[in-house]
């Protein structure tokens, strides 16, 4: 380490501290990004449902990454070993630092015990996006999803995680939201763990 003056110099990355950096990104540079990745993809399948799925597996490496990162940061390496541990981490510190905010809503299905919604009025990854007729319900909250699964997944919670719109009475954009289902296994060990 070269030192000078109160101005730190490394002479190996490796010896860089993990700072928290900038945290932001240009809305405009996202939007430009992200729009050229569901292009890309777009160009390599030839249904809705391929294209969905390659943006969801896009994600899954953007939520795995996340996990270690926030684990590092927020928690000391820690992870969540509880059902409502890492939903509540999902719904609130990952949302917040991937989008600014809080997620809307997190709910519990009402119909199956093994599902979780998390709800979001107007989603970022949905914001810019308009869907030609031709693609009727294509939903680019497969990319959230995606992230979503990567960071249960990872965390020791297997789950079928996707995106869906439902409409909302007044609004003229549906409000999206992520299903989760969790696999039997996570409930048989919550169930043990009392």
């Not at 409409?167 to 549906?174: D, I, K, L, S």
Request: charged content about 25%; proline content about 3%; glycine content about 8%.
């Amino acid at each position: 380490m070269i030192s000078v003056g109160k101005i730190k110099q490394y002479t190996n990355v490796l010896e860089k501290p993990l700072s928290k950096g900038k945290q932001e990104v240009s809305l405009s540079g996202f939007a430009f990004l992200f729009s050229e990745l569901v292009q890309y993809n777009q160009t390599q399948v030839d249904n809705i449902t391929e294209l969905e799925r390659r943006l969801e597996d896009a994600g899954y490496a953007v939520g795995a990454r996340i996990l270690e990162l926030l684990c590092h940061r927020e928690k000391g390496n820690r992870r969540e070993t509880r059902l409502l541990g890492i939903l509540s981490f999902v719904h609130s510190t990952v949302w917040k630092v991937l989008f600014g905010k809080v997620a809307d809503s997190l709910e519990k299905g009402t119909e199956h015990e093994d599902e979780y919604m998390i709800s979001e009025k107007e989603l970022l990854i949905n914001r810019f996006i308009s869907i030609p007729k031709d693609m009727g319900a294509f939903n680019c909250g497969a990319f959230v999803a995606g992230i979503v699964r990567g960071v249960l997944e990872n965390a020791g919670f297997p789950a079928v995680v996707t995106a869906h719109f439902v409409p909302v009475e007044g609004q003229h954009r549906p409000r999206t939201t992520i299903l989760i289902k969790f696999a039997e296994e996570v409930l048989r060990r919550e169930a043990t763990l009392g």
